[in-house]
């Protein structure tokens, strides 16, 4: 079967090693949705559960998430998990047991002071020179008034990606998951969720009163991939099956080896696991302010996603929003249910981290209303396996040569800027986060022997992966 879709402009820019920005990944940002062809209509018809089946699962479903989000809306704001670094550091660097039930049902979290508010603010200044004195390289979105840049490698972010409280939530993050041995692989797991990892992404500095930033309601980490690649269905078998009360969105066995980016357009759909997407702010912001809003409810609304396709009402070859190569969106004729769920996150100020699932409805306000700029570093959760290893492999060649990462668009502008992040700027742990500092082979931790154990073989192939630590080369060289 050939899964390209039909040429356009994405598809020119990455054929020509042309760049691009964010704008080409979202259709509210103006990326128009191809028309899906017959070979989606055979899909989904291969899919299709019995329609008994999936009336009775729709009919609850539906009520569930009609009490749900009565509930989201009676809260509001206040429905999003919020924690103190302090208390993750207090718990052994992993979140209270009340919040992780929280966060599981909620699908996000807000960590308050992950790093101190004057160094954000120090990171964020630091930025701005950078981009001030890079100026003649640096690109973004908008073109004419960027407010996201494809900047990924100033060295305030990474000062902040290697930030030992950094890593520490992201592994806390990781540990809400879990991973199942497969019958055929003899004990050993897939995912590795102690050794976070980093994943170069942009940055965003949106001005005061600015509407061109404004990203409808969507899913990263794919869109038709859910439903056509076949490692991915396994995620949401139970969904598929119309027994999607027993969904656990918290099972990672088969997301490590899910191909969620099938088409390889370059325009930052991401081809890796992210746990969790996230974002540190570097600005006070909230509601009415520019900010992420949120349908905090995971289990539900991913059932409902996946299962929206397969009514009455959809095209044969239709998938609700879902367009390949790009996210997948939500539109009021299909999902209204789920946009009434639609949250902004709580007030947040520099050095406060957001975090949701990589299977979590979100969006953007549509207009910062606030007096400052609502400005973040981008920032997700990263786990250990053979996937996201052959990922960072590449990532850090292109880090170290200041090329743009491999799953954004190719615009390399920062290899020749000033002050640009280079290998020599990162600790120990840095480096390792960055795939250049080698997996040691010690227990980390929090991680017990059994998880050690599990863990060995996967740590070994990323080991081979990953290739000799980036200073024994230097002193190869030398």
């Known amino acids: ?22 704008g080409d990944l979202f259709t509210t940002l103006s990326a128009a949705p191809p028309v899906l062809d017959e070979r989606f209509a055979e899909l989904k018809e291969k899919l299709r559960p ?29 429905v999003i998990p919020t924690i103190d670094f302090s208390e993750i550091a207090a718990n052994g660097g992993r979140f209270p047991e009340e919040i992780s039930t929280a966060v599981r049902k909620r699908g996000c979290v807000v960590v308050r002071k992950t790093i101190d508010a004057e160094t954000a603010l120090a990171m964020k200044q630091g930025t701005q020179n950078y981009l001030t004195r890079n100026s003649q390289h640096l690109k973004g979105f ?33 540990q809400l998951w879990h991973c199942r041995a497969t019958s055929s692989a003899q004990g050993q797991v897939s995912v590795d969720l102690h050794r976070p990892l980093t994943y170069g992404e942009r940055l965003r500095i949106r001005a005061a009163g600015d509407k061109s930033f404004t990203l409808g309601p969507h899913v990263d980490g794919g869109s038709v991939e859910r439903w056509e690649d076949e490692e991915y269905r396994r995620v949401y078998e139970d969904i598929l099956t119309c027994d999607w009360e027993k969904f656990d969105a918290w099972d990672a066995t088969h997301r490590a080896e899910a191909r969620c980016d099938m088409y ?10 992210r746990s969790f997407q996230g974002w540190m702010s570097l600005s006070n912001s909230g509601k009415g302010k520019g900010t992420l809003m949120l349908v905090p409810l995971v289990r539900e609304a991913t059932a409902y996603l996946m299962l929206r396709p397969f009514l009455d009402d959809v095209a044969p070859s239709g998938f609700c929003g879902a367009n390949p190569g790009r996210t997948q969106d939500l539109y009021p004729q299909f999902h209204s249910d789920l946009i009434a769920g639609l949250v902004p996150i709580p007030d947040v100020r520099p050095g406060d981290t957001v975090w949701w699932h990589c299977d979590l409805v979100h969006a953007v306000e549509g207009t910062n209303g606030g007096t400052e700029d609502s400005s973040v570093y981008y920032i997700p959760a990263f786990p250990l396996c053979r996937k996201n290893a052959e990922y960072l492999h590449r990532q ?27 290998p020599e700027d990162l600790s120990v742990m840095g480096l390792v986060a960055h795939g250049l500092g080698g997996l040691p082979e010690v227990r980390v931790d929090g991680e017990t022997e059994k998880e050690f154990v599990a863990s060995r073989a996967l740590r070994e192939e990323c080991r081979r992966i990953l290739g000799q630590p980036y200073a024994a080369k230097r002193q190869r060289t030398e």
């Open 142 to 174: 908008p073109k004419d008034n960027p407010q996201v840049w494809e900047c990924y490698w100033s060295k305030p972010q990474g000062e902040m990606r290697q930030h030992p409280n950094m890593l520490t939530t992201q592994t806390a993050l990781n």
């Open 50 to 78: 019995p329609c008994a089946k999936l009336q009775a699962a729709w009919q609850r479903l539906q009520k569930a998430v009609a009490e749900e989000v009565e509930e989201i809306k009676a809260q509001g704001s206040a």
């Open 1 to 22: 079967i050939d899964h390209r879709p039909r040429p356009s402009r994405a598809i020119m820019l990455k054929a020509n090693g042309a760049g691009g920005d964010i």
């Open 264 to 273: 390889n357009l370059g325009l930052g759909l991401s081809s890796v696991f």
């Open 396 to 422: 850090a060649e292109h880090f170290r040569e200041g090329r743009t990462p491999p799953d954004f668009p190719p615009n390399d502008t920062e290899v020749n800027c000033d002050g640009r992040c280079v």
